[in-house]
T-cell receptor, first 116, second 115 residues
Framework: AQKITQTQPGMFVQEKEAVTLDCTYD???????LFWYKQPSSGEMIFLIY??????QNATEGRYSLNFQKARKSANLVISASQLGDSAMYFC?????????????FGKGITLSVRP | GAVVSQHPSRVICKSGTSVKIECRSL??????MFWYRQFPKQSLMLMAT?????????EQGVEKDKFLINHASLTLSTLTVTSAHPEDSSFYIC???????????FGQGTRLTVV
């Protein structure tokens, strides 16, 4: 079974500063994928970044980077230069390596508020 | 990028009636789609896995007779909330994946209110 843990309470960050959202995971699989999604108040789920368990380099997508520490089983999301539009819920998720019908396991999410 | 379209985005229905929610993959074939339910400020709870041409696989505790899922084609899955009651009011969202290692594409979600 796979498990995602997001324990931070609501996070606050000043506009233009960087923020780290924590995510730890547990799995017995050797191969897996890690994802971060953003959910604004409108409800849509927006894909941010993906990290494969065998990827040697940390994933980056624009202002988003994933601090992947495999030995610690952590996959923290770093948002640089926060913007007011970054205020949303953020979910960490993982999938086993069984193809298109493999389920995503989500963490409980973290609420991020960006202050002007 | 791939798009998954979900309709309707909002629906209000009377208690005892049924509501159908559609989930379409617009530019790829999705043999598998997923249906989630989400309560305010909580995570997504997987309800069922929808498989094209076969019966859906429901998660433990989800009433299959209450939440009917049909995946009649490679681009369309539907969720019907039958005999809806106020406790069924929630945010329902679908997703589809093209393969391993790729992101899950989500529909816009449907906010269901049963009065």
């Amino acid at each position: 079974a796979q498990k995602i843990t997001q324990t931070q309470p609501g996070m606050f960050v000043q506009e233009k500063e960087a923020v780290t959202l924590d995510c730890t995971y547990d799995t017995s699989d050797q191969s897996y994928g890690l994802f971060w999604y953003k959910q604004p108040s409108s409800g849509e789920m927006i894909f941010l970044i993906y990290q494969g368990s065998y990827d040697e380099q940390n994933a980056t997508e624009g202002r988003y980077s994933l601090n992947f520490q495999k030995a610690r089983k952590s996959a923290n999301l770093v948002i640089s230069a926060s913007q007011l539009g970054d205020s949303a819920m953020y979910f960490c998720a993982m999938r086993p390596p069984t193809g298109a019908n493999s389920k995503l396991t989500f963490g409980k999410g973290i609420t991020l508020s960006v202050r002007p | 990028g791939a798009v998954v379209s979900q309709h309707p985005s909002r629906v209000i229905c009377k208690s005892g009636t049924s509501v159908k929610i559609e989930c379409r993959s617009l530019d790829f074939q999705a043999t598998t789609m997923f249906w989630y339910r989400q309560f305010p400020k909580q995570s997504l709870m997987l309800m069922a896995t929808s498989n094209e041409g076969s019966k859906a696989t429901y998660e433990q505790g989800v009433e299959k007779d209450k939440f009917l899922i049909n995946h009649a084609s490679l681009t369309l899955s539907t969720l019907t909330v039958t005999s809806a009651h106020p406790e069924d009011s929630s945010f329902y969202i679908c997703s589809a994946q093209r393969g391993w290692g790729t992101e899950a594409f989500f529909g816009q979600g449907t906010r269901l209110t049963v009065v």
